[in-house]
C-alpha cells in the first residue's frame, strides 16, 4: 500500500506507477482507460479474494458450522461468480437473471440460495429445475407458489423463512429493511412470521430448514445484529414448541459496511464475526436450542473495495462565492447511488494522487439532472479538461443499478491482477441501445 491519502479505501494493490500516477493490481489506471476508454471500472482481483478469504476464516473462527454466501445483487458478473466458487463461497439471487448469471458461470446448485420478495412462477420453476439449494420465501403468496411449483416437479424444496425483526439499524432509511414498515419479510411483531411457520410446515412439498431476517445495509454498528439474532432465537424456541420447527440452519443477513470516505471506516470482519457468533451461541442457550448451522451473506463488503470507477474530467465551471463544478463523463448513470442514497465518495486525481488538494470541489455528472452529483465539496488539486478522477470502493451497487438514461452507454468493466488485465464486460455501443426497438414491426 502506498501514501496516497484514500489509501484504506481503495484495493489492497493500489500504488504509484513510475509515473507517479495510480496503478491498481500492477496496472498504470491511465495506461488502462487509454487501452479500454471511459468511463471504466477496474476491479482488482487481489482484494476480491483476500475480501472472500478474510469473511470465509473470520467467521470459521468464531463459529466453525459457518458458510459465507456471496449476495450477488452486489456485482453479478460470470467471471466474478466464478472467483466466488473458487474461493468456497455459497452465492445467492434474487432474480432469474441473476440465476442465468450463477447458470452462465457453472455456479453449482446446491451453493446457491435464491432470496427476493416477489419471485415469479417462471424463476421458481427455473431454480427448481437447477436444483437450487434453497429458496427463502417472503411471503404467503411465495409458500402457495412455491409448493404448486415444487409439487409440479416432483421435488421437495428447501426452504428459509424470511422474518422482520422490527430492529432499526441506523442506516439509510431507504435501506433499511428489518424495520417493522417494510415490504421484506413476514413480521414477527404482527403475528405474521407465526402464521408463515404454520403455514409452510403444513406443506407436503416444502422443507423448512430454517429462518432469515436481514436488517439493511451499510451497518456501521454490532449492537443490532445480537439485538435482533436474540429477538429471532426467542421466536424460533417458541415455533419449536408450538409446532415442531426444527432450526437447522440460521441467517442474520448481510449489511456489512465499507468505508467510502476515510473519516468513516466499518468494524473490522473478526468484530462482527465475533458479535454474531456470540449472539448466536447465547441466544441458543437461553432458549434450549441446538446451534444451527451459521449462513452470512456479504455483498458489498465482498465486491465494494475492489471495484473503482474512473472518469475523465471535461467541462469546469466556477461560480465565484458558491461552488466550482467539475464534469466528468459518467454520473448517475452509472452511479446512482449519492441521488438515491446521499451517498459519499472519497475523489482520488489519478494522475497525481499526493498533489496538494486546495481547491473545493463538486465533481458531477453528465447526465441532464441537477441531482447528478457524485462527490459534493471534495477538496482536489485544481483540475484541467482530460485528467483522470477515481472514486474508490465503487465495486458493489453500482454497475448493478445502472441506466440507461438519456441513451448513455454503459463502460465496460475489466478485472486486473498482478499487472495483467482483461474485459470481464464490454462497454455498451448504441447499436446495443437500439436493438431491443429495431424490426419491431
Not at 224 to 251: C, H, N, T, W
Not at 296 to 309: D, H, L, S, T
Request: glycine share 8%; hydrophobic share 40%; net charge negative.
Amino acid at each position: 500500500m502506498t501514501n496516497i491519502p484514500e489509501a484504506d479505501l481503495l484495493p489492497i494493490t493500489a500504488s504509484l506507477s513510475n509515473d507517479g500516477r495510480l496503478a491498481i493490481g500492477g496496472c498504470d489506471v491511465r495506461k488502462l482507460v487509454e487501452e479500454f476508454g471511459s468511463p471504466l471500472y477496474i476491479y482488482d482481483e487481489a482484494t476480491l479474494r483476500g475480501m472472500c478469504r478474510d469473511f470465509v476464516g473470520g467467521f470459521a473462527d468464531e463459529y466453525p458450522r459457518s458458510h459465507v454466501e456471496y449476495s450477488s445483487k452486489a456485482f453479478a458478473n460470470p467471471t466474478v461468480a466464478r472467483i466466488i466458487e473458487e474461493e468456497d463461497l455459497d452465492m445467492d439471487v434474487v432474480t432469474g437473471g441473476e440465476l442465468a448469471v450463477a447458470m452462465a458461470a457453472d455456479f453449482p446448485a446446491e451453493r446457491l440460495n435464491f432470496h427476493g420478495n416477489n419471485k415469479g412462477r417462471e424463476e421458481l420453476e427455473e431454480a427448481v429445475r437447477y436444483g437450487i439449494a434453497s429458496i427463502t420465501l417472503d411471503s404467503f403468496h411465495e409458500i402457495d407458489l412455491l409448493s404448486d411449483v415444487a409439487r409440479e416437479s416432483g421435488v421437495r424444496q428447501k426452504v428459509m423463512l424470511r422474518l422482520s425483526p422490527s430492529v432499526d439499524p441506523h442506516t439509510h432509511m431507504l435501506t433499511a429493511t428489518g424495520i417493522l414498515d417494510s415490504k421484506f419479510g413476514f413480521s414477527i411483531e404482527t403475528g405474521d412470521a407465526e402464521h408463515a411457520v404454520e403455514q409452510a410446515l403444513a406443506q407436503e412439498w416444502l422443507e423448512v430448514e430454517g429462518l432469515h431476517f436481514h436488517l439493511g445495509s451499510p451497518i456501521f454498528e454490532l449492537e443490532p445484529y445480537s439485538e435482533a439474532i436474540d429477538y429471532v432465537l426467542r421466536f424460533a424456541a417458541d415455533m419449536r414448541d408450538k409446532y415442531g420447527l426444527d432450526l437447522q440452519r440460521f441467517s442474520p443477513g448481510g449489511g456489512f459496511a465499507i468505508g467510502y470516505v476515510t473519516d468513516t471506516l466499518p468494524p473490522s470482519i473478526s468484530a462482527y464475526a465475533n458479535e454474531i457468533a456470540t449472539a448466536v451461541r447465547s441466544g441458543c442457550d437461553r432458549y434450549g436450542l441446538d446451534e444451527p448451522e451459521l449462513t452470512v451473506e456479504p455483498g458489498r463488503a465482498i465486491v465494494g473495495r475492489a471495484g473503482v470507477a474512473v472518469y475523465t474530467v471535461g467541462g469546469i465551471k466556477t461560480i465565484p462565492g458558491v461552488r466550482t463544478y467539475v464534469s466528468v463523463d459518467g454520473g448517475m448513470g452509472d452511479n446512482i447511488r449519492p441521488a438515491l442514497y446521499d451517498s459519499e465518495y472519497a475523489v482520488v486525481p489519478v494522475d497525481r494522487p499526493n498533489a496538494v488538494r486546495d481547491v473545493v470541489t463538486t465533481v458531477a455528472g453528465k447526465y441532464c439532472e441537477s441531482g447528478d452529483v457524485l462527490a459534493r465539496d471534495v477538496e482536489l488539486p485544481a483540475l484541467e479538461p482530460g485528467e483522470l478522477l477515481a472514486l474508490p470502493a465503487s465495486g458493489a451497487y453500482c454497475l448493478m443499478m445502472a441506466s440507461n438514461y438519456n441513451m448513455q452507454t454503459r463502460p465496460a468493466v475489466i478485472l486486473v491482477n498482478d499487472g495483467q488485465s482483461r474485459l470481464i464486460r464490454r462497454r455498451e455501443t448504441y447499436a446495443d441501445l437500439l436493438a431491443p426497438s429495431l424490426d419491431l414491426d
